[in-house]
C-alpha cells in the first residue's frame, strides 16, 4: 500500500531532475561561485590579498594590476567578507561551469586602463 501511495504522490509531483547542461542550472540562494572584482570601487588596500586562505589572490598596487588564480581558490568568500567598500569590489558570483583544459586559463589578471587578460602564465607580482 505504501508503495502504491508513493507511486501516486511521484505521479503528480515535479521530476526531481532538472534539464541541465541543456537549461541553465537551478542555483540555490547563497551559492558561491567564481570570484570576481570591480576596479571601479577597488581602493587598492589589499584585504583580499592579506585574508585568502589559498593565496589565490595577488594585487600589485604600484601597477595596479589585481589578479585571482580560481584554480587554487576554495569558494570561501573570505575576501568578500574583508572588502571595506561599498558595495564590495570582491565578490562571488553563480558562476559555476568553470572546467577548462588548461589550468592556466583559470587565472584571471586585471590590470588598470587595460581590458582583462586571461589565462597569463607568470604572476606579476
Ligand atoms: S573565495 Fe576564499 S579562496 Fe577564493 S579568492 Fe576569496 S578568500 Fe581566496
Ligand atoms: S579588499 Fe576590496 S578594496 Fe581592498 S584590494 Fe581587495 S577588492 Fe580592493
Not at 31 to 58: D, F, H, Q, Y
Not at 84 to 111: F, G, M, W
Request: hydrophobic share 30%; net charge positive.
Amino acid at each position: 500500500m505504501g508503495v502504491a501511495i508513493e507511486v501516486l504522490k511521484r505521479l503528480v509531483s515535479r521530476p526531481v531532475t532538472t534539464k541541465y547542461p541543456d537549461a541553465p542550472p537551478e542555483t540555490p540562494e547563497g551559492l558561491r561561485g567564481k570570484v570576481e572584482w570591480n576596479r571601479e570601487t577597488c581602493i587598492w588596500c589589499k584585504m583580499c590579498e592579506m585574508n585568502c586562505p589559498a593565496n589565490a589572490i595577488s594585487i600589485d598596487k604600484e601597477k595596479k594590476i589585481w589578479s585571482i588564480d580560481t584554480a587554487k581558490c576554495i569558494f570561501c568568500g573570505r575576501c568578500n567578507e574583508v572588502c571595506p567598500t561599498k558595495p564590495k569590489s570582491v565578490y562571488l558570483t553563480k558562476k559555476i561551469e568553470l572546467a577548462t583544459e588548461r589550468k592556466e586559463n583559470l587565472r584571471d589578471v586585471y590590470e588598470e586602463h587595460h581590458s582583462q587578460e586571461k589565462g597569463q602564465k607568470e604572476q606579476k607580482t
